[in-house]
């Protein structure tokens, strides 16, 4: 199975600073198609997850653009331009190149 | 928009059984299909297999093969999981999610295997 090793696994920030998570592959995430299937979500305590990054850097539909997603092969990474109160919470990585689909350990992120 | 509703929390027996169901909305069914996952308390999320919304094919993590169904209906646009002979590790908060990807979640169903 494929590993996705994140880090930092908790990270404080300071409103309106930037933060970044790293996740690394066990395995290349590129697909036969050409594209990475690397997926980002972020889960509130209570919550089900959201999915806030798809494909590496693709956004879903209403997450605020000060999210953005980059990578390739077996490195990528979720950067947050400026955080925001709401940000807070745990944010896992998801593979969804390789049977089994496999996720990271999850980083909270905490002001 | 794209909803999925799932059934209420279970406590069960160890050795008993768990059928967990997961209504979709605002998308065709059969053309997408649905994941399972679960997230142990406070732990991270064990992803346990995927099936097929037209076809009914299904692609289980191994851990889990022989001891989970995934099925669906697609006259009521609800998938399926049933897990068998419960242990006190499968105490977990399990999610159907939108095909393989995991676009969209449903809100999770607690289930508790306690003597």
């Known amino acids: 199975d494929v590993v996705l090793s994140q880090s930092p696994l908790s990270l404080p920030v300071t409103l309106g600073q930037p933060a970044s998570i790293s996740c690394r592959s066990s395995?290349?995430?590129?697909?036969?198609?050409?594209?990475?299937?690397l997926n980002w979500y972020h889960q509130r305590p209570g919550q089900s997850p959201t999915r806030l990054i798809y494909k590496v850097s693709n956004r879903d539909s209403g997450v605020p653009d000060r999210f953005s997603g980059s990578g390739s092969g077996t490195d990528f990474r979720l950067n947050i331009s400026r955080v925001e109160a709401e940000d807070v919470g745990i944010y896992y990585c998801?593979?969804?190149?390789?049977?089994?689909?496999?996720f990271g350990q999850g980083t909270k992120v905490e002001i | 928009q794209v909803q999925l509703v799932q059934s209420g929390a279970e406590v069960k027996k160890p050795g008993a059984s768990v059928r967990v169901s997961c209504k979709s909305s605002?998308?065709?069914?059969?053309?997408?299909?649905i994941t399972w996952v679960r997230q142990a308390p406070g732990k991270g999320f064990e992803w346990m297999g995927w099936?097929?919304?037209?076809?009914?094919?299904?692609n289980y993590a191994q851990k889990f093969q022989g001891r989970v169904t995934i099925t669906t209906d697609a006259s009521t646009s609800t998938a399926f999981m049933e897990l068998r002979t419960l242990t006190s590790d499968d105490t977990a908060v399990y999610y159907c999610a939108t095909d393989d990807q995991l676009d969209f979640w449903g809100q999770g169903t607690l289930v508790t295997v306690s003597s």
């Open positions: 605002g998308y065709t069914f059969v053309n997408y299909g």
């Open positions: 395995q290349s995430l590129l697909y036969t198609d050409g594209d990475a299937y």
């Open positions: 998801m593979q969804a190149t390789h049977w089994p689909r496999t």
């Open positions: 099936i097929n919304g037209y076809t009914g094919d299904t």
